[in-house]
């Protein structure tokens, strides 16, 4: 049962930092009004391991933190990733379906934030549109993507550690 915890630990902690340099490497994208965080991809994760919800709410709250989000941002931003991860743990039996709560939950959440955190003036509708098109293309393409890549390597990656003697 211990190595279960250190494992679940481990991954947890191994997604919230992947997650942060990715949003880190590619900041001029992953932050502002109309962005694709190539980091969101990861959110395909809970389909292998539920350790992938706190690492990424982790990963996504540091993200904002470093990129210099205002609290509301840092809130609201992390949450719609947490109930997106959660939701794709629920979803984990179908691959095109764990795909959607991230696109949903940020679609839905973060176009208030930028209009009430930042005061972007633009029409929320058209701002879900713009969030939703990035989510798309982090999610649905590039988490495909990975997700098919990691997939093939899901008992080494993801498996329950074997002692050793």
Known sequence: MKENNVLFLTQAALIAAVYVVLCVVFAPISYGEVQVRVAEALVILPY??????????????????IGGSILMDVVFGSLAT????????????????????????????????????????LPI????????????IAVAVLGTILLNV????????????????
């Open 48 to 65: 292998f391991t539920p350790a992938a919800i706190p690492g990424l709410f982790i990963g996504c709250l540091l993200s904002n933190l």
């Open 82 to 121: 947490l109930l997106g991860a959660v939701g794709s743990y629920y979803l984990r039996k179908n691959k095109v379906l764990v795909l959607l709560p991230p696109i949903i939950a940020n679609t839905l959440i973060v176009p208030f934030v930028l209009y009430y955190g930042y005061g972007v003036p």
């Open 125 to 136: 509708p058209f701002m879900m549109l713009t969030v939703g098109i990035g989510e798309v």
């Open 150 to 165: 990691l997939n093939r390597y899901r008992g080494v990656l993801f498996g329950t550690p074997k002692l050793l003697s």
